[in-house]
């Protein structure tokens, strides 16, 4: 028989703190790398007081930066207008993947980006 491995209920607190790891990320539409900026403070202030939090901030983190990676490149391709079309493409990704990661965090799952390079860990 195969054993379910349960993870430990957050409280509601917890939950929000680790929604808004993600949804932080938001903050890059007004400032410069903010979409970075605003993850790594969530993750900063509030790591060590909640472990879910810990971990999804560590997450976003991680796909915020693979985002900055892609959109680098995308830049990179205007040159040969290729790019202008990634460049959409990895930010309509980006926003539809930091919504379901926050829906996802705030019910209390560890959510996993799909592609996601883990340099922060």
Known sequence: MSEIQQQPQQSQQERMWGMLCHLSAFAGFLIPL????????????????FAFVDDQGKESLNFQI???????????????????????LVGVYEIVM?????MRANSGERYRYPVCLRLVG
Request: aromatic share 4%.
């Open 98 to 102: 930091v919504i379901i990661a926050s």
């Open 34 to 49: 903010g979409s970075i900026l605003g993850p790594l403070i969530v993750w900063l202030v509030k790591k060590d007081e």
């Open 66 to 88: 693979t985002m900055a990676i892609a959109l680098a490149v995308s830049a990179v391709l205007t040159l040969i207008a290729i790019g202008f079309v990634l460049m959409a």
